[in-house]
């Protein structure tokens, strides 16, 4: 009877402590979006990262190095890493200046006048020279 009550008890703790197996499931996989290279166009279908912004005097995707004149902070002892441009078209100039997220378009009325808007003014001078007001802000060639 004790050799039977001891089986007993062996064959119960040998079930208790085996491990369960649970029915198989399958890792959950995440989606991952893959970023296309060269997939940054804008709303214009210029490519950012290929160095292109949307013109609004040209109508067209400009690489402002390559199409722009470069325009560079008038000397007031600072140093900049920065720089800003301008594209003419016509009676017009469209400012890309790095303080501002949008283009400014100045217009002018006659070939040899400045071009102006509000209170810029961009002056054909030995180069140009970019005033807000009296005061130079930019100059370039």
Same mark, same amino acid.
């Given at each position: 009877m004790k050799k039977l009550i001891l089986c007993s008890m062996l064959i119960v703790l040998s079930f208790s402590c085996a491990k369960k197996v649970s029915p198989e499931t399958k890792p959950v996989k995440e989606e991952v979006k893959s970023k296309i290279v /060269? +997939?940054?166009s804008d709303a214009h279908g210029c490519k950012g990262s290929a160095g292109y912004t949307w013109s609004i005097v040209k109508n067209e995707?400009?690489?402002?190095f390559e199409a +722009?004149? @470069?325009l560079s902070?008038? =000397?007031d002892g600072k140093t900049y890493t920065t720089v800003s441009y301008v594209i003419f078209e016509g009676n017009k100039a469209e400012l890309f200046l790095d303080t501002q997220k949008q283009s400014i378009i100045l217009e002018r009325k006659a070939e040899g006048d400045?071009?102006?808007k509000d209170d810029l003014q961009l002056i054909p001078r030995k180069g140009y020279v970019l005033k807000k /007001? =009296? @005061?130079i802000i930019y100059t370039g060639e």
């Open positions: /060269g +997939g940054d995707c400009v690489r402002l +722009g004149t @470069k902070h008038a =000397e400045s071009w102006i /007001g =009296e @005061k």
